[in-house]
């Protein structure tokens, strides 16, 4: 103990004497007394100070300034601030997903105004724990809302949207982008006991064979509340829709992905609390156009973290090649990693790998939303719903986009709207370039 007190105190002192030398020699100017290396390294130390708080401070000033930006609700949509000066250091898949706010007036003026907005009829996509339940994963429900949004337009109906199942609160996620789709309180706590007033419609791994003449108006009834559930969004099918060529005409123009993704920012935004979470994660990963994010999407499908998945989509054998599709797609440092994974031991080998250093990570559980663990709290799946969202939306920036057999990063690669570094790993393990117009035909959900 004495010993090492005696070591540094000395140290201090040699410390201390060439301090005072310094400051001495560098008063009385009088360079040779000086070690001209100490003065060198001073130099050197100072120069490599300034320039380090400068570019620090930069980039605090600069992410200070976009943080400041996207926590105002109301500049959103304010379509002058593409001039911002941060805005042009973003690659293009980066802008592109800023512009969901900006492009706002365009996603309104294509197509035409809702004709329920004042109904007093409803649409309600439901999913809950009583009748209402088994709505499938996240994707599955987002397309749920997304035809029951259609449906509801048609018929003239106003558009609800409840999740009540296990309570996570879909709007601490997402939130309505143009049409209001909140539904604070129930109509009906339970529907167990359906009112005269109420009907349901459950189309969950349904097609709608006979969509193209199919009277919505008679589906759904005279009954004032219609609770809906479907897990599919079939653009083809409302294409051919004959009884409402031109309700649905503004499809017309556009191919399913563009039908999808359109409808998706009509009605959904990220929560501001997730968006300045993204805005900040990829401003710390891949703060200039010269950083690349290469992002995939493994969806093993059942495996261990998820052992009550309906279904096996891939094959931990087949892991390999994507780390060698990794390996090839990132050379350089400037490459930053992003796995969104279904399993942790997908995770895990990631972290085994040459790229490991180039990983950038959103830790948080991983838990499907449906087919959890009984012993899972609330708290847990909300947790895991939280990620869900935010990865999705990460993978809806990427350079490269590897996608899965997954409604999740079908829908990312819809709404990033690009056939620029886009893949499809497939079932088999094999990963071929695709584009967004061809990925369901890829998988053979075409
Ligand atoms: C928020 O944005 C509005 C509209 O651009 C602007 O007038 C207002 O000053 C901004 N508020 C803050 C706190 O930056
Ligand atoms: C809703 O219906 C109106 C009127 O028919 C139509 O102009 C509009 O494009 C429809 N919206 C959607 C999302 O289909
Ligand atoms: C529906 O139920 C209410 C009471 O719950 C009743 O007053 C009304 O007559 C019923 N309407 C029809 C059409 O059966
Ligand atoms: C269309 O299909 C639905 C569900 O498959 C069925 O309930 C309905 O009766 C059919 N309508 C017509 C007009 O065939
Ligand atoms: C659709 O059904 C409604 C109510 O059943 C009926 O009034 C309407 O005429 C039907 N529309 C067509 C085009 O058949
Ligand atoms: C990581 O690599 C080491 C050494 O090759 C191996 O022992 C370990 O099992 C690997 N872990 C995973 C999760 O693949
Ligand atoms: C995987 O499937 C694709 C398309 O079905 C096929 O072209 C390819 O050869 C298959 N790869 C392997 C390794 O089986």
Request: charged share 20%; glycine share 4%.
């Given at each position: 103990?004495?010993k090492?007190?005696?070591i540094?105190?000395?140290?201090?002192?040699?410390?201390?004497t060439?301090?005072?030398?310094?400051?001495?020699?560098?008063?009385?100017?009088n360079?040779?007394?000086?070690?001209m290396t100490?003065?060198?390294i001073l130099?050197?130390?100072?120069?490599?100070v300034?320039?380090?708080?400068?570019?620090?401070?930069?980039?605090?000033?600069?992410?200070?300034k976009?943080?400041?930006?996207?926590?105002?609700?109301?500049?959103l949509?304010?379509?002058?601030?593409?001039?911002?000066?941060?805005?042009?250091?973003?690659?293009r898949h980066?802008?592109?997903?800023?512009?969901?706010?900006?492009?706002?007036?365009?996603?309104?003026?294509?197509?035409?105004?809702?004709?329920?907005?004042?109904?007093?009829?409803?649409?309600?996509?439901?999913?809950?724990?009583?009748?209402?339940s088994?709505c499938?994963?996240?994707?599955?429900?987002?397309?749920?809302?997304?035809?029951?949004?259609?449906?509801?337009?048609?018929?003239?109906?106003?558009?609800?949207?409840?999740?009540l199942?296990?309570?996570?609160?879909?709007?601490e996620?997402?939130?309505?982008?143009?049409?209001?789709?909140?539904?604070?309180?129930?109509?009906?706590?339970?529907?167990?006991?359906?009112?005269?007033?109420?009907?349901?419609?459950?189309?969950?791994?349904?097609?709608?064979?006979?969509?193209?003449?199919?009277?919505?108006?008679?589906?759904?009834?005279a009954?004032r509340f219609?609770?809906f559930?479907?897990?599919?969004?079939?653009?083809?099918?409302?294409?051919s829709?004959?009884?409402f060529?031109?309700?649905?005409?503004?499809?017309?123009?556009?191919?399913?992905?563009?039908?999808?993704?359109?409808?998706?920012?009509r009605?959904?935004?990220?929560?501001p609390?997730?968006?300045?979470?993204?805005?900040?994660?990829?401003?710390r990963?891949?703060?200039t156009?010269?950083?690349?994010?290469?992002?995939?999407h493994?969806?093993?499908?059942q495996?261990p973290?998820?052992?009550?998945d309906?279904?096996?989509r891939?094959?931990?054998e087949?892991?390999f090649r994507?780390?060698?599709?990794?390996e090839?797609?990132?050379?350089t440092?400037?490459?930053?990693?992003?796995?969104?994974?279904d399993?942790?031991q997908t995770?895990?080998e990631?972290?085994?790998?040459?790229?490991k250093?180039r990983?950038?990570?959103?830790p948080?559980?991983?838990?499907?939303?449906?087919r959890?663990?009984?012993?899972?709290?609330?708290?847990?799946?909300?947790?895991?719903e939280?990620?869900?969202?935010?990865?999705?939306?990460?993978?809806m920036n990427?350079?490269?986009?590897?996608?899965?057999?997954s409604?999740?990063?079908?829908?990312?690669?819809?709404v990033r709207?690009?056939?620029h570094?886009?893949?499809?790993?497939?079932?088999?393990?094999?990963?071929?370039?695709?584009?967004?117009?061809?990925?369901?035909?890829?998988?053979?959900?075409?």
């Open positions: 103990m004495l090492v007190q005696l540094s105190k000395s140290s201090t002192n040699r410390f201390q060439s301090f005072t030398k310094l400051i001495l020699c560098n008063a009385k100017m360079v040779k007394a000086c070690s100490t003065v060198f130099l050197i130390g100072a120069v490599t300034l320039y380090c708080s400068f570019w620090a401070l930069q980039e605090v000033f600069a992410t200070d976009l943080l400041r930006f996207l926590t105002n609700a109301s500049r949509f304010d379509t002058s601030w593409e001039d911002e000066t941060y805005v042009p250091l973003m690659s980066r802008r592109r997903f800023l512009m969901w706010y900006f492009a706002r007036p365009d996603i309104a003026s294509l197509i035409g105004p809702d004709t329920g907005a004042e109904a007093t009829q409803y649409v309600i996509y439901r999913c809950d724990t009583g009748r209402m088994t499938g994963g996240w994707a599955d429900r987002i397309k749920g809302m997304m035809t029951a949004y259609i449906i509801a337009n048609l018929t003239g109906r106003n558009f609800k949207v409840e999740l199942a296990k309570g996570c609160d879909i709007t996620y997402l939130i309505p982008n143009l049409v209001d789709w909140r539904l604070p309180v129930s109509f009906h706590k339970s529907l167990q006991k359906l009112p005269n007033d109420t009907g349901i419609i459950n189309f969950m791994n349904q097609r709608f064979a006979n969509f193209s003449e199919l009277n919505l108006t008679s589906l759904t009834g009954e219609v609770y559930k479907t897990n599919t969004f079939h653009v083809d099918l409302f294409k829709a004959i009884l060529e031109h309700e649905l005409s503004w499809m017309r123009s556009l191919t399913h992905d563009q039908v999808t993704a359109t409808v998706y920012k009605l959904f935004v990220l929560h609390r997730l968006q300045v979470k993204l805005q900040s994660f990829l401003f990963t891949v703060p156009p010269q950083h690349k994010l290469v992002c995939v493994v969806r093993m499908g495996n973290t998820i052992p009550r309906s279904e096996i891939n094959s931990p087949n892991l994507v780390w060698e599709f990794i090839e797609q990132s050379k440092d400037f490459h930053k990693v992003f796995i969104m994974a399993s942790m995770i895990d990631a972290g085994n790998q040459s790229f250093s990983i950038v990570e959103n948080g559980p991983i838990i499907h939303v449906e959890y663990p009984h012993e899972a709290t609330k708290s847990d799946i909300c947790q895991a939280d990620k869900i969202v935010f990865d999705q939306h990460v993978l990427c350079d490269i986009l590897m996608i899965s057999y409604g999740l990063s079908q829908m990312a690669a819809f709207g690009s056939d570094g886009l893949y499809c790993l497939l079932r088999n393990g094999t990963i071929v370039p695709c584009t967004t117009e061809n990925i369901l035909t890829v998988y053979n959900q075409g």
